[in-house]
């Protein structure tokens, strides 16, 4: 591969780093070894990739959307399909890759962020298949507008701690592990939840979801014979994507688009469009994107979609975006809702509404393709933890 | 405007080694915008040697409660950049103590580095403190603060190893931050303090050779200070002090007391 990020030091381009307190610094290099040396190791490959396949049920399918695509008449439409993974979601994924490495080093007490609660079901469930401690934030707004998913964590036997700093939403969740994490560094674990953070967590959680990518580029290497022309995630902090982008990264041919939550619009103060409208600046560990005021305070972002509904973005996309190699555009609520209630009606798959930013943007993107050509969603998660919400606005 | 004569270098160089240095933090802009000068000025006529004013920010994700509130508290208030460079100039029209910009990074970077810097040294700062730079990404602040003529201070933690905390006195000016427990900032019960402090303190006297040595994080106390800052060239307190603020503002006399406090850790157990 020519593509060849992070540098040494946890750099795509000018982006990442690690910009922590002192008292994380030898934890991040340990962290860093532990992790180098896990990959390499096919003992530890074998073991991730068994569980992937047996407990989480990878791979997953690559659909042809048939209706979909008779809708727009262009392009031929696949998705690839996350929301089948056990848990609901990608995040899976990374959970449990996370979870081996923490086992390895010998960490026996987990703790995790959660906005939506997406992440934090999937570090419960790994924690719980695993027998190990787990500590999950999320903040107290997020508590409430997420019950179910608390529920859920709660019978998976994690504890969920309410956070009630700040703005009570998932900044303050990281906060939040952050401080547990500087004050139990000798038998805690952080899995964090995307690619943000300091290095080499934007890496190392990429890697954990690159399987994504892999899978998509042999299966529609066996339905086509080819590589998509396009590639569409949803992007919050930017899991998913990385996760289905990374491995095409060198392939020029592939054209690859991030959709970001605009909320009511990328013009308006209830946004999460962070690429779109964001400066550069520090957050949670990381040089990147970010929505901030001019006195470099953190604004609160806002989107229908807990999951989308974070002020930051990780480093390499932030880093994708300047280097002009992915496209990254703002989509809002309502269409949002649009995307949920295609793909539902279209397609027989209710989508989550984080995926369904994706969605939306084949309205703007399928005019412009050809008969000749395929495109690639990724159907990051299922809705069902959405109904509430997609209920009140249809 | 730079100085001639950095004033931290100063603090360390004429003190008397029967007594230790006191350094203070403090919020700016809390309680209230108006109160940060007078709070400066008499922190000092009672004992303070060094003023570490902190710079507010969102998510200050090393805080504990104590400093989160205050930090809200003066966003609230309307605390900017500038409004800190003029709290400091108007310092400078009546006192020389030396004085430490803390806080994150990225109101800085927002601010523009290089203009920060520039501005903080015309104002009459003396150093800086960034928790979240480590020696590893401070290439983006070190020219601009010593061209400046600002001391970038930087700490070491219980779990940093004897060859980092050399590389960190080799690259840290005016003095060391010796974070004496793990955590965030915050007022800590005496026992838990001592139990991990010794070995940590015995490590940095051995290892941080090239500066004074300051140490902080869990002082509350006269006797906290005198037992942990033994072997230490002095000793910094941070949210004991804004505790008291936030305990007696806005009572009547509410300054009083917090200067009563401030003394009594300088000087007596009372």
Known sequence: MNYDLPTKSGYFGRFG?????????????????????????????????????????????????????EHYGRAKIYLKRE?????????????????????????????????????????????????????????????????????????????????????QTLKDATNEAIRDWVTNVEDTFYIIGSVVGPHPYPKMVRNFHRIIGDETKNQLTEAEGRNPDYLLACVGGGSNAMGIFYPFVDDESVKMYGLEAAGLGADTDQ??????????????????????????????????????????????????????RVTYVGITDKQAMEGVKLLSELEGIIPALETAHAVNYLDELMPKTSKDEVVVLNCSGRGDKDMGTISKNL | MIKTQNRIATLFEERDDSSKVMSLFLTAGYPDLESTVDLILGLEENGAELIELGMPFSDPLADGPTIQHSSNVAIENGITMNAIFEMVGEVRKQSEIPIILMGYINPVMRYGIERFCKEAGEAGVDGLIIPDIPI????????HADDNGLSLVYLVAPNTSDERMRQIDAQSKGFVYCVSVTGVTGAREGDEVARSVQRFISRVKENITQNPKMVGFGIKSYDDAQRIAADMDGFIVGSALIDTIREHYPAEGWKDEVFAFVHSLKYDKS
């Open chain 1, 271 to 324: 946004t999460a469009a962070t690429l779109t409208i964001g400066e550069p600046g520090v957050l949670h560990g990381s040089l990147s994107y970010l929505l901030h005021d001019k006195e470099g305070q953190i604004q609160l972002a806002h989107s229908i979609s807990a999951g989308l509904d974070y002020p930051g973005i990780g480093p390499e996309h932030a880093h994708l975006k300047d280097s002009g």
């Open chain 1, 83 to 167: 929301d089948l993974c056990h848990t609901g979601a990608h995040k899976i994924n990374n959970a449990i890759g996370q979870i081996l490495l923490a086992r390895r080093m010998g960490k026996d007490r987990i703790i995790a962020e959660t906005g939506a609660g997406q992440h934090g079901v999937a570090t419960a469930t790994a924690c719980a298949k695993f027998g190990v401690e787990c500590i999950v934030y999320m903040g107290a707004e997020d508590m409430e507008r997420q019950k179910l998913n608390v529920e859920r964590m709660r019978l998976l036997g994690a504890e969920v701690r309410s956070v009630e700093s700040g703005s």
């Open chain 1, 17 to 69: 780093g690690k910009f922590v307190p002192e008292i994380l610094m030898p934890v991040l290099e340990e962290l860093e070894e532990a992790y180098d040396e896990a990959w390499q190791d096919e003992s530890f490959r074998d073991e991730y990739l068994d569980l992937l396949h047996n407990y989480v049920g990878r791979p997953t399918k690559l659909t042809f959307a048939n209706r979909l695509t």
């Open chain 2, 136 to 143: 590893e990404e401070s290439q983006i602040i070190t020219d």
